[in-house]
Every structure is written in C-alpha cells, then in structure tokens.
C-alpha cells in the first residue's frame, strides 16, 4: 500500500516526527514524505532525508497555490497528517473531501499552547497572525475538526485525554541507536571534552524545556562536572544569553539525526529538565527515549508522562524547577557509576519494548488495519 505523510513545516523540528513515523511505515509500505517549507531550508538534522515534494511557503492568501501544490502530490490510499494543522491536516481533509482517501491524523504537541492569541492593540500582530497559514485562528478551526479523522495517534497519555486515539511515542530505531557504537573517549577527545564528567542536555534550547535548571544544578552539584549543551546554535539571542549567565557551559553545534548516537555516547548522564509550562504538560521529550536507547542513565523533572516512562528505576526523576533536588540527583548518578549504568540498561529494555521501531511498527499495522 502507499501512504502519504504531510508534514506541517519541513524547515523546523516538526519534521522529527514526521520522518520517524515514515521509517516506521516504510518498513510494510511504500511511503512519500512531502510538505511545506516556510523556512529558507529543509530542517538542518533531516536535510539527507528523501521528500516525494517540498512545497515553497506562503502567507495567505497566496498559500493556496501551495495547498493545491501539496494536495496534487498526495499519492496515497492513505493519508498521515503530522500536527492537527491547516498546512498538513487541513490539506488532508480537502484531499479527502475530494477524493475520498482515509486520514489518520498525528499529534505530539499543544499546538494553541505555541500560538498565544496576538493582543487587538497591537495590530501589526493581529495581521501577521491572519497572514500565517498556520496561525492561532486559522489552526483552532483545523483542531476543532480532530475528531473527524479517521483515526488519531497522539504522542502522550495527556493528548490521548483530550484528543483520544493510540500512543505512538517518538520510538526510537534501537538497532541503529544503541550503546557502544563509538569509542566514548575518542569521541570526548574530539571534542574536547576531556576529563570532567559530561553532563548533556540534547535538543533545540527553549526557556520552557528548563536549560537555566540545569546550569544552575550543574553550578551547585558537589561532583565538578561540565554541562555540555547539544544542539545550540551560538548564534540564537537566548543561547547568547545562557552563556552569558552560565559561561560555563559548552555548545556543541546543530547535529543530523545520524549523529545522536556518537553525540550521546560522551555523557556520563543526560538531563532532561522540562519546566511544566503550557508547551510541556502534555509534551513527551524526544530526545528523552535516544538517551534511554542509548542506555545512558537520566535525570528528568516529573512533567507529562516523564515519572511514568522513568519509573521503576529506569531513572532518576525530580520535580520541576527544583534546583537542589536536581544537582542532588546527579551527583548520585556520577557517585555510583555501577548504579547509574544498571538504571541505563532498564531504561533501554523499556524503550526496545515500549517505543521502538519494532514496537511501533505493530501498533500503526493495527491503526492502519482499522481504517482500512
């Protein structure tokens, strides 16, 4: 069978999922990935990835043009829309209204929650909010509209609550991501991490995802360590303003998806300290389950389904904006090294039964099966 996978914005991190979700799917089916590109490129971690067609953005009203673009290159018995969106969903829903082809619509975030409502005294924002495609308006109408897919995968137990439909966590290819692939202290040696203990945090910096947490935490722990920040564009205002605060930290540059694994292996722990604002309280961390893959033992704040995934010794959890409580718990995950890696490889059983490839690719099979 074919399927077609829209995904919302091919310039930015919504295209993480977009491509885990086409792996998965390719591994039974013939799949096409198209999408819309707002930004000047193609998402710098998933640049090599094929696309059946990228569609240049636009502002209203000339995105229509794109739309019709995008609707044109659905070739699927099937349709994925990424994000309950109108640049992914809401073309889905036209094709389907003129073709008849099944919608199984994905949502892994709050999307409102990125898009608050612009203040009518300030007009210039009002009418660049109607001007965006994907504007606060404009993606109420395509969330009010959730229900009518034919079916809904959702990232989270809190999006589960509200939209319903099946889990489908940001699994994780095991064979690829898995312990040991590289030498750690060469890698550490590259980049110059040699000899104090590597505390990571791996992503796009966001205030809400509590990097000042860790930094913080990482200053008050009584163990010296260097907290390593992955994926930080030196460049951006508010990683030029960590630094500023935080001298201590160490950038390492945007990475490709094929580089998580090598990166990864120089932590000796990965702090994953989600503040529970409005983007997280239903967030799940991606890049939580490539640390568990990795068996690499983690400290993470109990927000969305963070202490559910981490329980039963799978790893250390601690609430959120808790400073103290964080620089202790990662002071005892350096102190005993045996410990931390036993909590490691719990937590890669966990993500090699629950969120992996494999796992996945049995519960879309039976998503799949029902709206067919």
């Known amino acids: 069978m074919r399927i077609t996978v829209v995904c919302a914005d091919l310039s930015q991190n919504a295209l993480s999922r977009a491509n885990l979700v086409s792996e998965i799917l390719a591994l039974d089916h013939e799949v096409d990935l198209i999408g819309t590109r707002f930004g000047a490129a193609v998402w710098a971690p998933a640049r090599d990835r094929h696309f059946a067609y990228v569609a240049p953005g636009a502002r209203r009203p000339w995105f229509a043009r794109t739309a019709a673009a995008l609707r044109r290159a659905i070739r699927g018995d099937l349709m994925f829309a990424m994000k309950p969106l109108p640049s992914s969903y809401g073309i889905a829903l036209e094709h389907r209204r003129r073709t008849g082809v099944p919608i199984v619509l994905d949502i892994d975030d709050e999307e409102l929650s990125f898009r608050p409502p612009p203040s009518p005294r300030n007009p210039r924002r009002l ?32 999006l589960r609550a509200r939209y319903g439909g099946v889990i489908v966590p940001h699994a994780k290819d095991t064979d690829r991501l898995r312990p040991r692939l590289v030498d750690r202290d060469a890698a550490r ?19 809400f995802k509590g990097i000042e947490d860790a930094a913080e935490a990482v200053q008050r722990m009584t ?54 604002a409005p983007q997280t309280v239903h967030q799940q961390p991606s890049k939580l389950l490539d640390a568990m893959a990795l068996a690499k033992p983690v400290v993470a704040t109990d927000v969305a389904d963070i202490g559910a995934i981490l329980s039963a010794g799978r790893g250390s959890v601690v609430p959120p904006g808790d400073v103290g409580a964080m620089a202790a718990a990662l002071d005892r995950v350096l102190r005993d090294p045996i410990g931390a890696a036993a909590m490691g490889a719990r937590a890669r059983e966990w993500v090699v039964e629950h969120g992996s490839y494999r796992a996945m690719r049995v519960v879309l099979g039976r998503v799949i099966e029902e709206v067919l």
């Open 223 to 276: 163990t010296p360590a260097r907290f390593v920040l992955v994926g930080a564009d030196a460049n951006a205002p508010y990683v030029r303003q960590l630094v500023q605060a935080y001298p201590g930290i160490r950038l390492l540059p945007p990475y490709g998806l094929d580089d998580v694994a090598s990166l990864l292996e120089m932590a000796d722990v990965v702090v994953v300290p989600q503040r529970l």
């Open 189 to 207: 040696r590259a980049a110059g991490l040699e000899g104090l203990p590597v505390v990571m945090f791996m992503g796009t910096p966001r205030p």
């Open 127 to 158: 009418l660049s909010s109607l001007l965006d495609p994907n504007g606060r308006r404009w993606t109420e109408r395509t969330i009010a509209r959730a229900a009518e897919a034919d079916a809904v995968t959702v990232a989270s137990t809190g």
